[in-house]
């Protein structure tokens, strides 16, 4: 998806229109404080500008893997406020000794934290630059997936609480 403002609201509003949702939604953006989250935060922030049906919201996991990860979260924070962008902060414990891996792990503690702060009318926003998808093929394809998983990440997933 390129990030222009108008490209931006016509595929949000086409994904909407595809799940038969209207605005106003509350838009909460997964930030983690790299460049394509950061792209789409800001993308939101203009989009939210012109638009008052437009909310939106911040969410940052904080993995706590990396010596810097109290950092990053304090930098997402520092932008949240500077784009006056409400921030949710959640730091979550990872099993290490997880037999599916450190990266499943970490998923799926995001995944339980995500579902544990997002109401019903909120919908969350994730941004994947290529090579997260490349890497997610890769993967995929050496564990011997089928054709749905060679299709790497969907850019819809509804993402269900039950």
């Known amino acids: 998806m390129q990030f222009s403002d108008q490209s ?3 595929s949000v509003l086409r994904i909407l229109a ?12 997964a930030f983690s404080g790299g460049l394509d989250s950061s792209v789409l935060l800001h993308s939101f922030k203009q989009w939210r500008a012109a ?8 969410i940052h996991i904080n993995h706590q893997l990396q010596t810097a990860s109290d950092s990053w979260q304090t930098q997402c924070a520092k932008i949240c406020q500077e784009l006056q962008i409400e921030l949710q902060s959640i730091k979550v414990v990872i099993d290490k000794s997880a037999r599916k891996g450190l990266e499943s792990a970490a998923r799926e503690a995001r995944y339980a934290a995500f579902k544990a702060v997002l109401g019903n009318e909120e919908i969350l926003v994730t941004a994947h630059h290529l090579d997260d998808q490349v890497e997610t093929l890769l993967l995929r394809l050496f564990r011997g997936t089928g054709l749905a998983g060679a299709a790497a990440m969907q850019a819809i997933k509804p993402f269900h609480f039950g």
């Open 8 to 10: 931006l609201q016509n």
């Open 18 to 29: 595809e799940y038969n949702l209207v605005l106003p939604k509350t838009f909460v953006i």
């Open 51 to 58: 638009n008052s049906a437009v909310h939106l919201k911040a």
